[in-house]
């Protein structure tokens, strides 16, 4: 005969399972919302161990997710399922931090002192705003971690280690691999020739109208906080053909001040002429005083030939 109490226990769980979709056994729920998190934290320290066999150190997220270093094989490419992730290096390359917001709002965080990911005890609130702040940080992390930011943009940082801290990119798809973090733009289109061989590039041609510009995305929008007095890089590489009339005037990466809407130029990287060849664009810019947020602009003017872009840098260099 079968056993009364199971028999029961069996139609409760029937019951809850047709009027829910799922039985939520506590614990069950947020284990499996933190397992997308831990697997992006795993793919990390994969691919930083093998940055760190390929280029002899650690790198950052945009480089891990475009397979490029300083110009220089990653060693392998990353992909995340949270949109919510953060990685910092210190100057030297040899210590790294990631932190992962999981679904269930818990706060994961993995470095390059253990295998282990220490999980904050308290769940975010789900606002995407919520700070990362108190019992939220995971206990027991190593010296000179620090964590800030907000829920929808963690920030994970070495700072405190006193060895300086890897410049980081600002841009979230330097190497144009994810079209959708572009808007369309016409005589813009993104291709596959990028600068190391493989990849993307946006490649510009007969652009229809002069002052045409293509706003470039970083992780907190079309802006990104700034203090003043802090120096920034913008650089690019990119290459053109032998008949392209790109001018002076127009045809540039563009660092503008994006704090009170004067849009005045901060940084500008100019190309030149390549007729085929990848070259560097690159410039150094100080914040001035008043500016709290700056923008970044792919501005073209050609309407013969064309120009093609790649490795777009907007990154603090010291402050």
């Known amino acids: 005969m079968a056993n009364p109490f199971l028999v029961l226990g069996g139609i409760a769980v029937g019951i809850i399972t047709a009027a829910f979709g799922v039985l939520a056994v506590p614990g069950w729920v947020a284990a499996a919302q933190d397992a997308s998190a831990t697997n992006d934290l795993a793919s990390i320290a994969l691919a930083q161990s093998a940055a760190a066999s390929s280029r002899g150190s650690y790198t950052l997220l945009t480089e891990l997710r475009t397979g490029w270093a300083d110009g220089k094989d990653a060693g392998t490419r990353v992909t995340t399922a949270s949109p919510a992730v953060h990685v910092a290096a ?20 993995r470095t390059w002192a253990s295998p282990n990911v220490l999980r904050g005890a308290t769940p975010l609130a789900a ?7 108190g019992a939220v940080i995971p206990t027991g ?17 070495l700072s405190g280690a006193g060895e300086g801290i890897m410049p980081e990119n600002a841009v979230i798809d330097p190497s144009f691999l994810d079209a959708s973090a572009w808007p369309s733009r016409a005589g813009h289109t993104i291709v596959p020739e990028g600068a190391h061989g493989d990849g993307a590039s946006l490649r510009v041609t007969n652009v229809s109208s002069s002052a045409n510009r293509m706003p470039v995305l970083t992780r907190t929008g079309l802006t990104t906080p700034v203090v003043a007095g802090d120096t920034w890089r913008v650089s690019g590489r990119y290459k053109t053909t032998a008949d392209w ?17 004067a849009n005045a130029p901060l940084g500008v990287a100019w190309p030149k002429q390549s007729n085929g060849d990848w070259e560097l664009a690159t410039a150094e810019f100080t914040i001035p005083a008043g500016v709290a947020a700056i923008g970044l602009d792919i501005c073209s003017d050609n309407t013969v030939g064309s120009i093609w872009w790649d490795d777009i840098h907007l990154e603090k260099v010291s402050g």
Not at 90 to 109: E, F, P, R
Not at 141 to 154: E, F
Not at 249 to 256: D, E, F, I, N, T
Request: aromatic share 4%.
């Open 90 to 109: 210190n100057a030297k390359g040899d210590k790294w931090a990631a932190v992962a917001i999981s679904d269930s709002g818990h706060v994961l965080v």
């Open 127 to 133: 606002a995407a705003s919520t700070p990362l702040n």
């Open 141 to 157: 992390l190593p010296a000179g971690v620090g964590l800030s930011g907000t829920r929808a943009t963690p920030v994970i940082s």
């Open 245 to 261: 009339n790109g001018t002076g005037g127009w045809a540039k990466l563009r660092a503008y001040d994006a704090s009170g809407g």
